[in-house]
Structures are given as C-alpha cells and as structure tokens.
C-alpha cells in the first residue's frame, strides 16, 4: 500500500525539536513565504537573508512543484502536504494542542512564522504553524496551526506571513504485499 513518510524535523533545522516549546533557531529551521522558493532564518533579532520583504504576495496559485522547497532540498519526490492531507492527518490524529502533535511521530512544534508585512519573528514557542500546498484566493492560504490551548485547525493566513515547512512523500510500507 501507499503510506506518506514525513521529515521529523522542520525543513532547514539542524535538530528536532526538544519539546514542543522549543523556542531555538535551531530547531526552527527556515521559514517561507507562499510560492516562494527563498527561505529565511531568523535569529530573533536578524533575518537572513536580510533582503526585501515580499508584501503583499498576491497571485492565483497553489504553491508551484517548481517552487517547492521540499524537493529542492530533499530531493524528489519531497513537497509540502496538501490542505486535505493536513486535514486528515488532524482528523486521525485528533490532536488536542500542539504538545499532542508533538508527542506524535511527526514531532511538529511551536517554531512561530515571521511576520506578513515586515518578516519580523512572532510567536516562537508559542505557536505552530505550517505551511500546506494549498491556495484560498490571491492573497490567503491554508495552513495547519495551533496555539497551546486550543485544538489544532486548518486555518488561513496571508501568503506573505513566512512559516515553516514540513515535507512529505510517497513511500512504500515495509509490510506491504508485492
């Protein structure tokens, strides 16, 4: 059968997670813009690469396989889950918080999301948010988030809000019949 591997820690860090409050850059990783293929680290006080802030982000499109960083950097096959994946895996899992989400394979954390207006570093440590492939309108995207307190959901949020990305693939089951 068809089974999705998924990277255990976010695209661009050095380390998973220690705990889903993790507040360091290294486990952070890098953060994206919707359809953008540059990514950006944040060290809580500078942004590298510290170049022009793309805002707004306005175009009619789910995030291109030629922008997906997922496969420039793991090669391919690799890319950013889908917001119907997102919302199954929410759906199965039923994850209460984000310390739920972390205690599972997935090991997702509260790495924040730089800014949409001016790429500033928010939330780090206290919200999770990733990244799906998939577009609302010109100006929105669907990503997964969750905030201590509350259940996970399927949200939206501006294209130009930068998040982490966590990568997905089609892999084969040890177990599976041939």
Sequence with gaps: GNSKCVITKNL????QPA???DNTEAAAGWY???NRKQGFKH?????????SWGYP????????????PCAFE????????????????????NWG?????????FKLHAAGRLSYDYGNLASRGENMLYWSSTQYDESMAYDINGWLSYSLTISVSYKSTAFPLR???DCTSPNAPT
Aim: aromatic share 12%; proline share 3%; net charge negative.
């Design 167 to 169: 990568c997905i693939k």
């Design 12 to 15: 661009g860090a050095t380390v």
């Design 74 to 93: 793991l090669g391919s096959g690799w890319r950013i889950p889908t917001q119907s994946e997102w919302q199954s895996v929410d759906n199965s899992l």
């Design 97 to 105: 918080n984000y310390h739920q989400a972390y205690d599972s394979d």
């Design 19 to 21: 705990s889903a409050t």
């Design 57 to 68: 982000v306005s175009e009619s499109s789910d995030w291109m396989q030629a922008n997906d």
């Design 43 to 51: 060290d809580g006080t500078t942004r590298t690469p510290n170049s």
């Design 32 to 34: 994206w813009q919707f």
